[in-house]
């Protein structure tokens, strides 16, 4: 069974402040996606990093895969308001495990206006 | 593009009733669609593997006699809660697969009374 550890699970910082958020296993992923969630609704799909060391900025996001592709972080910039929600990272299995994923814990932001 | 959607988004019940829950993907087929279920400000727990034409794969602890899933198509899968009980009250979420990223439905918010 492979596991994402995700930390930290909790985090509540002021508007403006940065942040970073964890996801690492000992196991490879062929694929490494990071969801957000408000409360009442579906994760929506944020990113998907595929290849070692790989970087994807997403506006004051940036998200990076480990070049072993066995971790990954979020980094936020200047947080929001709107940033507000659950934060959820899925290692993709690929067809080796009928394309299930492997989701962390969460990590529940607030960030206080 | 990637558009999941559920159907219907809450439900209330009375005890041992059955609730069926629809899952659709809207602009792309998905051979595979999964099924979780979501308690307040904890990570996604999968329930079961939906296969289009084959029957679903469940996992560890879900009783597929009461979790009944169909994938009749290739944009639906269908979950239905056989004689519901106030336990089985939750959120649930489905999910299909397109090129080994999950994208979510909105959920369905199911209170058994």
């Known amino acids: 069974t492979q596991l994402l550890e995700q930390s930290p699970q909790f985090l509540s910082i002021q508007e403006g402040e940065n942040l970073t958020v964890y996801c690492n296993s000992s196991?490879?992923?062929?694929?490494l996606q990071w969801y957000r969630q408000e409360p009442g609704e579906g994760p929506v799909l944020l990113v998907t990093v595929v290849t070692g060391g790989e970087v994807k900025k997403l506006k004051r996001l940036t998200f990076q895969f480990g070049d072993a592709r066995k971790d990954s972080s979020l980094h936020i910039t200047a947080a929001q308001p709107g940033d507000t929600g659950l934060y959820l990272c899925?290692?993709?299995?690929?067809?080796?495990?009928?394309?299930?994923?492997?989701f962390g814990d969460g990590t529940t932001l607030t960030v206080k206006p | 593009g990637a558009v999941v959607s559920q159907h219907p988004s809450w439900v209330i019940c009375k005890s041992g009733t059955s609730v069926k829950i629809e899952c659709r993907s809207l602009d792309f087929q998905a051979t595979t669609m999964f099924w979780y279920r979501q308690f307040p400000k904890q990570s996604l727990m999968l329930m079961a593997t939906?296969?289009?034409?084959?029957?679903?794969?469940?996992e560890q602890g879900v009783e597929k006699d009461k979790f009944l899933i169909n994938h009749a198509s290739l944009t639906l899968s269908t979950l239905t809660v056989t004689s519901a009980h106030p336990e089985d009250s939750s959120f649930y979420i489905c999910?299909?697969?397109?090129?080994?990223?999950?994208?979510f439905g909105p959920g369905t918010r199911l209170l058994v009374l």
């Open positions: 999910s299909a697969d397109l090129r080994e990223t999950q994208y």
């Open positions: 196991s490879v992923f062929s694929s």
């Open positions: 899925a290692g993709g299995e690929g067809r080796t495990n009928a394309g299930k994923s492997t």
């Open positions: 939906s296969n289009e034409g084959s029957k679903a794969t469940y």
